[in-house]
C-alpha cells in the first residue's frame, strides 16, 4: 500500500488489494500483479517494467506466485497501516496511473484495459488479470 502511488486513497488501493486476494476462483485467481513488488526485485527502479521483468523468478514476484509477497517491500507510514485495518468497500480490482497524473480505479477488466491501453504506453502501476501475467 505504502509503495503505490503517491496522493491517491490508500484505503482505496487496499480496497483492491483485498478484492484480489479474495477472489480466488475467477478473474484475478488471487494473484496481486502489483508493480511495486516487481520494483521491490530490482536493483536499481525503472520507470517502465518489462515482460522480462515481470518474469522474474523471486517469492516477491506477485505476477508470479498468488497472494502476498515474501515479506515486506517497504516500511509503512500510519496511513498505509490504517488503509490495511481499513480499507474502503468498494468493488475496485485494476488501478493504473493515467496520463493526468491521478491514479484510475476500475471493477471490470475491460475498462481497465481499455483506458490503460488509451495511455501513453508507459507501465506504471497496471494490474492485469490473473491468468495472464503480461503487461501490455
Given amino acids: 500500500i505504502e509503495k503505490e502511488p503517491a496522493g491517491v486513497a490508500q484505503s482505496n488501493i487496499a480496497s483492491a488489494i483485498y478484492n484480489r ?5 475467477g478473474g484475478t485467481n488471487g494473484y496481486l ?9 530490482l536493483d536499481e527502479r525503472k520507470e517502465k517494467l518489462s515482460s522480462e521483468d515481470l518474469a522474474i523468478d523471486s517469492p516477491y514476484n506477485t505476477y508470479l506466485h498468488k ?9 509503512p507510514g500510519m496511513e498505509a497501516i490504517e488503509a490495511a485495518v481499513y480499507p474502503a468497500d468498494t468493488n475496485y480490482y485494476y488501478f493504473v496511473l493515467g496520463d493526468d497524473g491521478s491514479t484510475h480505479f476500475f471493477a471490470d477488466y ?17 494490474d492485469d488479470e490473473g491468468d495472464d501475467n503480461v503487461e501490455g
Fill in 33 to 41: 500483479q502489483m508493480d511495486s513488488t516487481i520494483q521491490y526485485i
Fill in 21 to 25: 486476494l479474495n477472489n480466488t476462483s
Fill in 67 to 75: 497472494g502476498l509477497p515474501a515479506g515486506p517491500i517497504s516500511c
Fill in 110 to 126: 475491460g475498462e481497465f484495459t481499455a483506458f490503460r491501453d488509451a495511455q501513453t504506453g508507459e507501465i506504471q502501476n497496471n
